[in-house]
């Protein structure tokens, strides 16, 4: 994805961005002055020399002192055709919650280019509305309607990689590819077809290679799929043991394990981002470390459909890139606000269990220490860092998720308190009487984490274009 045309402008205020994981870097009166093609020129103190001088000499806006500059979110894992039932149908197995709602929302979209440009429409405007600036996408089968999504996202101002569903097996006869050869061929046109799209200095768009999951795709397919990903270095994404039916259903019919199937056909390897992982181990997180393939966590959606809880922080100590994912409309929240809520409690109730079952082989032991291990709980802090930094990793946007000199301003506006009035912003409430000249402080971030929601949302820019 290259440079877009933003309006240069410059703000002076609080930057809060996450460079590593578990660190929430503040950074008080910063001036930060951004190009006409939406790149961060100059970020630094505003009471610096150079700085005072620019502001001076400029048109700068200075935020007010309850508002900060954080990175916008990426959300890693997200069903474009779901989000129109969105909320409903969470009652089922996965297996059966795809033949009964998946499959014929999406076969329904194909048949009606209509639906599909209003429904597209809305999940970008939604996504703008919750700060994601950047989404990993899984469409349809059809061509025709994933450039409708492409387009949508483009038009909007949302970063989007863009998968074309491949499948040439299905349990809905009428909603599968025609054979191996039908969907290789199709895959090939809607690379070429999407990259032609929007000129490169322009695009905001890119296609992704989806085989949907093992059980919708033949051998013949999954290794057509990664030789074309090989010749035309596109990115890859799909599920990856997301639960006990699927993982157990691959290994009834293929003999072996998802993770192999993947491994063998060349789709495992940097730029692709499997999804959920709940069934994974400690030797098959350290091979996709080793892959430098990425994990799009959905906390939300594995409640409903996965057996086990993802291993969040073994795959982090593994060295694997994490980031979140809403997996609409498996989860029924599109705000990765709520994905960064739900990844730390999950991980908080793991971590519980396990004090649980070493209570009794510690008990009466002197050096408690000999039971001690690290943690499986994360912090919110390091739950931020995967919302933004750590998406951004995952998916290939090295200079996105962090503020920084020759980086995109990708970056939403956040007001937690309004310091005329002495009150929070929206569901934010303060009892304190912090002194005026304080700003933002990290008890004020750890609030809006908590209680934030879109009324606090009061700017947002992608590449320096201003969606909100």
Not at 157 to 180: C, N, P, Q, W
Not at 256 to 262: A, K, R, T
Not at 432 to 452: A, N, R
Request: aromatic share 8%; with cysteine.
């Amino acid at each position: 994805m290259t440079r877009g045309t933003g309006v240069g402008f410059a703000v002076r205020g609080t930057i809060v961005q996450c460079p590593s994981l578990g660190v929430v870097e503040i950074l008080r009166d910063y001036l930060l002055v951004v190009d006409h093609t939406g790149i961060i020129s100059r970020l630094s103190p505003a009471t610096e020399d150079e700085s005072v001088q620019y502001i001076k000499q400029n048109n700068v806006r200075t935020l007010p002192p309850g508002s900060f500059l954080i990175p916008t979110f990426c959300d890693l894992h997200l069903h474009a055709p779901q989000f129109m039932y969105q909320g409903t149908g969470l009652d089922l197995p996965l297996m059966q919650w795809l033949d009964k709602y998946a499959y014929k929302a999406e076969e329904m979209l194909d048949a009606r280019p209509d639906m599909a440009r209003k429904v597209y429409k809305r999940l970008a405007q939604r996504l703008i509305e919750v700060g994601t600036g950047a989404v990993l996408l899984f469409g349809t089968i059809s061509t025709e309607t994933n450039l409708i999504l492409a387009d949508a996202m483009q038009t909007l101002g949302v970063r989007a990689f863009v998968g074309k569903l491949s499948m040439d097996i299905s349990s809905r006869e009428t909603y599968r590819e025609l054979s191996t050869a039908d969907s290789l061929a199709n895959a090939k046109d809607f690379i070429q077809r999407c990259g032609k799209l929007v000129p490169n200095d322009k695009r905001l768009i890119e296609p992704v290679i989806t085989p949907r999951f093992v059980p919708t795709c033949s051998n013949e397919l999954l290794q057509g799929l990664g030789e074309l990903s090989k010749e035309k270095a596109v990115r890859i994404q799909s599920h990856l043991a997301e639960s006990y039916a699927e993982a157990k259903w691959v290994k009834d019919e293929r003999h072996i394990d998802d993770i192999e199937v993947f491994d063998k056909y060349g789709l495992l390897r940097e730029g692709t981002v499997q999804a959920h992982c709940t069934f994974l181990d400690d030797p098959s997180l350290s091979r996709l470390a080793q892959r430098k393939t990425a994990i799009a966590h959905c906390p939300l959606s594995n409640v409903y459909f996965s057996e086990k809880p993802f291993p969040l922080r073994e795959a982090l100590d593994a060295g694997v890139m994490v980031g979140l994912g809403t997996d609409v409309a498996g989860g029924y929240s599109i705000d990765i606000m709520s994905g960064m809520r739900h990844a730390v409690a999950v991980s908080r109730m793991r971590e519980s269990t396990r004090v649980l079952e070493h209570i009794d082989e510690c008990a009466g032991k002197k050096e408690m220490s000999e039971c001690d291990a690290r943690s499986l709980a994360i912090t919110w802090k390091e739950s931020l860092y995967l919302a933004t930094r750590g998406g951004a990793l995952a998916l290939g946007l090295n200079q996105v998720g962090e503020l920084r000199v020759h980086s995109p301003l990708d970056a939403q506006e956040i007001a937690v308190y309004d310091f005329e009035s002495g009150a929070g912003v929206g569901a934010l409430d303060f009892f304190d009487d912090p002194p005026l000249s304080s700003g933002v402080t990290l008890e004020m971030i750890e609030k809006w984490w908590c209680m934030g929601d879109t009324r606090n949302r009061v700017g947002m820019w992608v590449q320096g274009k201003k969606l909100i």
